[in-house]
């Protein structure tokens, strides 16, 4: 078992554990109604969503063999196909990230730093969560370890103005990734969202090809209401790819399953912890085999 999917499942064990007792074992054939039932209301608990609870059991009631694999077959039927990351062929690479605040979205862009100079890439991130002189601290610290440099205003400073200058010296000075975060936003203030809008707009004028990615941080807790953010963000910033953080912390891990086949979005990350390595690239097959119960494996 590789280290990666080792820490996957540990991190998805509290989502494992609250499915094991909703999900009997035993060959698809023999399962009663009432199993049925049991399995789609385990889904549902797992934050799956109604809907795609319903669809993946109807799926899975159609296959033969056990239900593990009936199971697994529907859930990465649900799953679209990861598409390579929009990377230019030259210039830097330019990475907007957004998120509402407590999703992690800092600490996220501070691992993104360290896996890209890691890479044996130079990366300039813009610091444009003005509003918060701590989530411009936690970034700069970030920053320095990864060995990463930062561009940072004045606390207040426009955000819209940080995005520019960052995007402009990534240009000006050759770096690989240019990643720019923004302030966190509440999807239901228009004023906050039109100004993020005014972000990408800027990053577009000062290098037309970008942004190139634009990467939603949400945290996997929050259930419905990380489908109603990603909604909104997707429709103001354009979102690209999702990031799905802090799934250790519940048995919601079904949430990333919800939002994959609802937006039909790469989920690029997920995040099982604090350190570093417990952000990781998402893997379809490899998550689904860490969500599902060991006791029907």
Not at 44 to 59: F, P, R, T, Y
Not at 138 to 146: F, K, M
Not at 172 to 180: G, K, L, M, Q
Not at 274 to 285: I, K, V, Y
């Amino acid at each position: 078992m590789s280290t990666f999917f080792s820490r996957l499942k540990k991190g998805l064990s509290r989502s494992r554990d609250a499915l094991a007792h909703m999900v009997p074992g035993g060959s698809v054939d023999a399962l009663s109604e009432e199993d049925w039932i049991d399995i789609e209301d385990g889904l549902i608990m797992a934050d799956c969503g109604g809907e795609l609870s319903g669809s993946l059991v109807q799926k899975a009631r159609k296959y033969r063999g056990s239900s593990i694999e009936a199971l697994k077959t529907s859930m990465l039927g649900m799953i679209p196909e990861t598409t390579p990351v929009n990377e230019p062929e030259s210039g830097p690479f330019v990475l907007l990230v957004v998120g509402v605040n407590g999703t992690g979205k800092t600490t996220t862009i501070g691992k993104l730093a360290t896996m890209f100079r890691q890479q044996g890439k130079s990366v300039l991130v813009g610091a444009g969560d003005t509003f918060r002189a701590a989530a411009v601290e936690q970034l700069a610290v970030w920053v320095e370890r990864a060995g990463a440099d930062l561009v940072r205003q004045h606390e207040g400073a426009d955000p819209a103005a940080v995005a520019f200058d960052t995007v402009q010296r990534g240009i000006a000075r050759n770096y690989d990734v240019v990643i720019v975060d923004t302030a966190g936003r509440v999807q239901t203030d228009r004023g906050l969202m039109d100004e993020l809008a005014k972000v990408r707009r800027v990053i577009t004028k000062a290098y037309p090809e970008a942004p190139h990615e634009v990467w939603q941080v949400v945290d996997g807790g929050t259930g419905q209401n990380a489908v109603v953010q990603v909604e909104k963000f997707r429709e103001v910033a354009g979102t690209s790819g999702l990031i799905v953080t802090k799934l250790d912390g519940s048995g919601k891990g079904g949430i990333v399953l919800q939002l994959s086949h609802k937006f039909g979005l790469p989920i690029r990350y997920i995040g099982v912890g604090e350190t570093l390595e417990d952000l990781m690239p998402f893997n379809g097959e490899e998550f689904v085999d860490s969500l599902l119960p060991e006791h029907i494996r």
